[in-house]
């Protein structure tokens, strides 16, 4: 009798990030549709606001980091993301331009990828405190495999100053 083949399940931290329309259902949408199409939402952060980061020009982002259980490869999963922000109505118009959602993969399990279509972990996360302030409520000691610190630590060592303020606490 032959056994059923399983595909191992993965840990992908997903960050999303909304600035166009609105932006709370923006981040309800797309995680119903991570939900359905990539995996299970096993942990969710807080959702903050922030300031848009590169091009200032712009209404603030809210962001918030999930942690998705998946059957996919990362390069499935990147493909999945691609559609669902197509679904949810993103425009590659702009480098940083506004958006109605944003989703980047951050990590995929403990792996590092650098591939013309794909680099995880995500190269600049420990650069900006949008990322960094919701991944480290739900990734507070997770290390990161090219630096070697946790979130936690890359958190306090950031030396971006754009406030994340919790949109509950407003």
């Known amino acids: 009798m032959n056994k059923p083949t399983h595909t191992p399940l ?6 999303l ?3 166009v329309g609105d932006r709370l259902g923006n981040l309800l949408k797309a995680k119903f ?22 091009n200032t020009d ?30 949810l109505g993103r425009k590659r118009s702009e480098h940083w ?32 405190n949008f990322v960094l302030v919701p991944l480290s409520d739900i990734a507070h000691d997770f290390i990161h495999p090219i630096l070697n610190k946790s979130i936690g630590e890359l958190r306090k060592l950031c ?5 994340c303020v919790n949109v509950e606490m407003r």
């Open 97 to 128: 331009g506004p958006r109605t959602i944003d989703i980047d993969i951050l990590f995929f399990e403990n792996e590092v990828i650098n591939t013309q279509k794909l680099i995880v972990p995500h190269p600049r996360l420990h650069e900006r």
């Open 58 to 87: 712009q209404a603030a982002f809210y962001n918030q980091a999930i942690l998705v259980r998946t059957q996919m490869t990362p390069h499935e999963t990147l493909d999945t993301i691609h559609e669902i922000e197509n679904i």
């Open 10 to 15: 993965s840990n992908t931290y997903l960050h």
């Open 17 to 19: 990030g909304s600035n």
């Open 159 to 163: 030396a971006d100053t754009l406030e």
């Open 33 to 54: 549709l991570i939900n359905k199409k990539i995996g299970h939402i096993e942990l969710l952060s807080e959702v903050y606001e922030t300031e848009a980061w590169g």
